[in-house]
């Protein structure tokens, strides 16, 4: 296995997780209150409907979007709380139809796939890197 230099992270886990993005939106939320959201399947759902909204033309709420998928760019806003999801009541959530959440988990593993394809176009910009960690191996 490859040696890291300090300072440089790989992950190949999607950035922000999950959990991290639940926390966000359920910032605020007081012990014993009903989350906001309590699944991936909500953050997959609110993010698509985000993305699509950006697809359609609606600005994007954050800086620095050249170059990014719309999936990615809805991500970074809820991340920065730019982006508010609004609870849903109990019985509107379970008549969400097996289309939607076979549809939820195809958003999934093309965030998952994307963010593959992300670290490995970074990996190959930073040839230095892959030489650094080369030599660690021969060492």
Known sequence: ?????????HNSMIHPSYVDLMNVVNKGVE??????IN??????MATAKRARQIVDGDAP???NVAGKKPLSIAVEEL???????LPQDEEEVLGYEEADLAAARALEN?????ALRESEEASEENPS???????SEEN
Do not use: C, F, W
């Open 61 to 63: 709420m954050v800086d």
């Open 129 to 135: 890197d892959a030489a650094a960690d080369s030599e």
């Open 39 to 44: 699944s991936r399947y909500s953050i997959v």
């Open 110 to 114: 093309s965030l998952t796939e994307e």
């Open 31 to 36: 012990e014993g209150e009903t989350p906001v």
């Open 79 to 85: 991340e920065q709380e730019k982006l508010k999801i």
């Open 1 to 9: 296995m490859a040696a890291q230099q300090p300072g440089k992270e």
